[in-house]
């Protein structure tokens, strides 16, 4: 490249900037989950605690809450759950059946967006 061209390479180069950062975002609309808490009550019971956030969703927006745990360490009792969003938190009643013992679970919450996220924690 001589001089010439690339003073115009860069001169493109800046204009395809401007037009990049100069495009609009659109609405969205979607569901976060924020904070997890697990609470060893006693050895027989935990309750795991879920909270959620979003950004275009409605106070009064049905959604449905759901903790799924893959070991047969613990039982979820109330799952899943009906909600709104304005909820904004919940929390699951857990059964276990043998401690120290380290368990998976995987929370949801799904309206016509949803997240699911997993977790790891110590029985
Ligand atoms: C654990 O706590 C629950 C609720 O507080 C209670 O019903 C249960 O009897 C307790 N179990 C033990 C082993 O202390
Ligand atoms: C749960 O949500 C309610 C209503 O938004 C709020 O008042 C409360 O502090 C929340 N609790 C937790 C543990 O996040």
Known sequence: MNM???SIFIIVFFFSLLLVTSSTYV???QVVPTTFTVNK???SK???GTSWDGTNEADDEYAA???NCFSNAVTV???PQDHVFGDRNTTYEL???KTDVLVKCRAG???ITKWKNVFYFRT
Do not use: P, T
């Open 109 to 111: 919450f799904i309206d």
């Open 4 to 6: 010439n061209e690339q």
């Open 77 to 79: 009792l109330n799952s």
């Open 65 to 67: 809450a759901r903790l």
């Open 46 to 48: 935990i309750i795991v």
């Open 27 to 29: 609405e969205i609309k």
């Open 41 to 43: 009550v006693n050895s």
């Open 95 to 97: 059964a276990v059946h």
